[in-house]
């Protein structure tokens, strides 16, 4: 296991002239590779345009990120280069069970891969982060730029902590994640589980995410599936996981030129997939365009799958709206794999797996609140805002046109609003119940 150095100390050494935040091109979410090797392969041309968008209004983040040490930041990920080593492990590990699940000829596009240009401004308080060009190098800039702000954000609101009281801080956070931890381990207990790390886009830094990939591997041993950010994946001996995004679904429907090649773009998607993986990475994303008239419209195929990740329901709420689809198509819900990941938290996380064991195969992806709960965790004379930011980047647009998403929640649609509206109309878009943002 690779060694761990000491949090405080680290964080507060600023004799540095810059201490990046990304290290490495394989620091990044499993996924992102996977996708990245479909998107060179069939949209290897396709232009896009990928942003930041803040979700939480009231956080003003040009307030708390120095537009100087953010250019110097994303500037330094730009020099970035994939290591021999690290491309040696891509082609020669297995992945899902599966050999050299990345070509040869993408493990030398890789070796000469470099994240492209960036536009960055300041407008009433919030920036403004955008990503255009090929697809195929835009993609990703999405994990690097979100875990840069995020970890900036977090080292300004430490800023003003002394050795002694962030040795103080990460005490209590490691206490605070090991209690969690230990309440994992009682569940495992009671019956099957399945838990990995999801948490690198909006981590509180890279080395605290190490520790909590640690931890988990520490104190869940098997019942730990292993971390989507393949850069710890590699250096700590663990399973990288992930499968897809909503970005491919955004785009190829965004390429539509009519209405019905607009209502089979999902679907071409799943095609597209299933011809470059199998097994365990045919896990359907349900919730681009709305879950339940996916679920209406998919074809009969579609229900083979290994699993879904619903994303932007009540995870009970969403298993149960997939189990009785699979049920109706005829399939055992039991062999059927969901994977719940959105805003998990230890007491959903209890709540889920108890109330669906034995009707499904669950899998916890546990995100921000594994890598960035550090609530009352700093000594009480610092004010410090240590809570988490709601940070996402999206594709604004394709070759052109407007991309959009619409998501079983409606805080979370993207998009111009009459493009909206036509998706909407187009797709049946049923809503159900939704959670605030």
Same mark, same amino acid.
């Given at each position: 296991?690779?060694l761990?150095?000491?949090?405080?100390?680290?964080?507060?050494d600023h004799?540095?002239?810059?201490?990046p935040v990304?290290?490495?091109?394989?620091?990044?979410?499993?996924? #992102?590779?996977?996708? =990245?090797?479909m998107?060179w392969?069939?949209?290897?041309?396709?232009?896009?345009? *990928? +942003?930041l968008?803040? $979700?939480?209004k009231?956080?003003k983040?040009a307030?708390?990120?120095?537009?100087d040490?953010?250019i110097?930041?994303?500037?330094?990920?730009?020099?970035l280069?994939?290591?021999r080593?690290?491309?040696v492990?891509l082609?020669?590990?297995?992945?899902y069970?599966?050999?050299?699940?990345?070509?040869?000829?993408?493990?030398?596009?890789?070796?000469?891969?470099?994240l492209?240009?960036?536009?960055?401004?300041?407008?009433?308080?919030?920036l403004?982060?955008r990503f255009?060009?090929?697809?195929?190098?835009?993609?990703m800039w999405?994990v690097?730029?979100?875990?840069?702000?995020?970890?900036?954000r977090?080292?300004?609101?430490?800023?003003?902590?002394?050795?002694f009281?962030?040795?103080?801080?990460?005490?209590?956070a490691?206490?605070?994640?090991?209690e #969690?931890?230990?309440? =994992?381990?009682?569940?495992?207990?009671?019956?099957p589980l399945r838990?990995?790390d *999801? +948490?690198?886009?909006? $981590?509180?830094?890279?080395l605290?995410?190490?520790w909590?990939?640690a931890?988990?591997?520490?104190?869940?041993?098997?019942?730990?599936t292993?971390?989507s950010?393949t850069k710890h994946?590699?250096?700590l001996?663990?399973e990288a996981?992930?499968?897809?995004?909503h970005e491919?679904?955004m785009?190829?429907a965004?390429?539509?030129?009519?209405d019905?090649?607009l209502?089979r773009?999902?679907?071409q998607?799943?095609?597209a997939?299933?011809?470059?993986?199998?097994?365990?990475?045919?896990?359907?994303?349900?919730?681009?365009?709305?879950?339940t008239n996916?679920?209406?419209?998919?074809p009969?195929?579609?229900a083979d799958?290994?699993g879904?990740r619903?994303?932007s329901?009540?995870?009970i709420?969403?298993?149960e709206e997939?189990i009785?689809?699979?049920?109706?198509?005829?399939?055992?819900?039991r062999e059927k794999l969901?994977?719940?990941?959105?805003?998990?938290?230890?007491?959903?996380?209890?709540?889920?797996?108890?109330?669906l064991?034995?009707?499904v195969?669950?899998s916890?992806g546990?995100?921000?609140?594994l890598?960035?709960?550090?609530?009352?965790?700093?000594?009480?004379?610092?004010?410090?805002?240590?809570?988490?930011?709601?940070?996402?980047?999206?594709?604004?647009?394709?070759?052109?046109?407007?991309?959009?998403?619409l998501?079983?929640?409606p805080?979370?649609?993207?998009?111009?609003?009459?493009?909206i509206e036509r998706y909407a109309?187009?797709f049946?878009?049923q809503?159900g119940?939704?959670?605030?943002?």
């Open positions: 296991m690779a761990i150095p000491d949090l405080a100390n680290r964080v507060y004799s540095f002239r810059i201490d990304i290290r490495t091109l394989l620091d990044t979410d499993f996924y #992102k590779l996977l996708m =990245l090797q998107i392969k069939l949209k290897p041309d396709t232009h896009v345009t *990928f +942003g968008v803040n $979700r939480s009231s956080v983040l307030e708390w990120v120095d537009r040490e953010l110097a930041q994303l500037d330094h990920a730009r020099t280069r994939f290591k080593n690290e491309l492990w082609a020669g590990n297995s992945f069970g599966r050999n050299q699940i990345f070509e040869p000829a993408f493990i030398n596009y890789l070796a000469g891969f470099q492209p240009p960036y536009q960055l401004e300041e407008r009433e308080g919030q403004e982060l255009e060009g090929l697809w195929a190098e835009t993609t999405e690097p730029a979100l875990a840069i702000i995020n970890e900036m977090a080292r300004r609101a430490m800023g003003a902590m002394s050795r009281e962030l040795d103080l801080f990460y005490a209590r490691k206490s605070k994640l090991w #969690k931890i230990e309440r =994992l381990r009682t569940l495992a207990t009671e019956g838990l990995g *999801f +948490g690198t886009r909006r $981590r509180h830094g890279f605290w995410q190490r909590c990939v931890a988990l591997q520490e104190g869940l041993g098997a019942n730990f292993g971390t950010n994946a590699m250096d001996g663990v996981i992930g499968t897809n995004a491919l679904q785009v190829f965004a390429e539509a030129s009519d019905e090649t209502r773009a999902p679907f998607v799943l095609e997939w299933s011809k470059l993986y199998g097994g365990n990475l045919l896990v359907l994303l349900p919730d681009t365009f709305g879950t996916f679920l209406a419209a998919a009969d195929w579609a799958w290994t879904a619903p994303d329901k009540p995870p709420e969403a298993a997939l009785a689809w699979w049920r109706s198509r005829g399939r055992d819900p969901v994977i719940l990941s959105d805003a998990m938290t230890i007491d959903s996380i209890e709540e889920a797996v108890r109330a064991r034995d009707r195969q669950v916890i546990w995100g921000t609140n890598t960035n709960d550090f609530t009352g965790c700093a000594p009480a004379a610092k004010l410090i805002d240590l809570k988490p930011v709601s940070l996402v980047c999206k594709v604004f647009e394709a070759n052109g046109r407007p991309a959009v998403k998501s079983d929640n805080a979370k649609f993207l998009g111009p609003q009459n493009e109309r187009v049946g878009y809503p119940l939704s959670r605030e943002a």
